[in-house]
């Protein structure tokens, strides 16, 4: 499948949620170990159920496909959900479904680039999300996005007879500092000062 290219970081690009890709987020999240680290190990989700899932995404908040920019491989998805326009907030959720592409730096590039559509293309001003305070690996990367720990739902998860708790952390739009978005308009703005340098000379 081409998938259209909506935003485009360093090592991935967001494209438009397909309902064709049901089967393979079905297989994505009836996986026991990702269901482990979202909190979802307990639900069995078939094809049927993961296409009314992306049915009903779609029309709520902002959904897109996370594709690897060297492959062209879909490894994941993210959005935007629970949008509050009176106070400019919203939820976030991100994940690489395809183990292949973990650890390679594609989670902490569509973070970049999913804050940055949140705070400079749809200007809301505060994201949250929540992680289990066992998924180090998440933990690691929205901190180093620049999250912060604001509070817990304490022992809100349990599995195999142990209780977790879940984390809630937040950003401001003050406190994102990433410059993709400025430098794709910036690249735009060269790109139509050489289109008149052009027509100026045609």
């Not at 290219?5 to 397909?18: D, I, R, S, T, Y």
């Not at 326009?85 to 973070?111: Q, Y």
């Amino acid at each position: 499948m081409n998938y259209a290219k909506k935003l485009e970081g360093k090592k991935v690009f967001f494209a438009p949620l397909e309902l064709d890709d049901a089967r393979k987020y079905m297989s994505w999240y009836n996986d026991f170990e990702m269901g482990f680290f979202l909190g979802t190990q307990d639900r069995v989700i078939t094809e049927v159920e993961e296409l009314e899932i992306l049915k009903s995404n779609l029309k709520n908040g902002y959904n897109f496909v996370i594709v690897d920019k060297e492959t062209k491989t879909p490894v994941g998805n993210c959005s935007l959900f629970k949008v509050d326009w009176v106070n400019r907030s919203c939820e976030m959720g991100m994940s690489i479904g395809n183990k292949s592409f973990w650890n390679k730096g594609l989670g902490t590039d569509a973070i970049e680039l999913l804050l940055a559509f949140a705070f400079q293309i749809v200007n809301l001003n505060n994201v949250m999300l929540t992680v289990i305070e066992y998924n180090k690996r998440a933990i690691h990367i929205y901190e180093k996005a620049g999250f912060s720990l604001v509070g817990k739902r304490r022992e809100l998860v349990s599995i195999a007879g142990s209780k977790y708790d879940l984390l809630v952390y937040d950003m401001l739009a003050s406190e994102f500092k990433s410059t993709i978005i400025t430098e794709t308009i910036e690249k735009y703005k060269n790109t139509d000062k050489d289109l008149n340098k052009i027509s100026l000379m045609l």
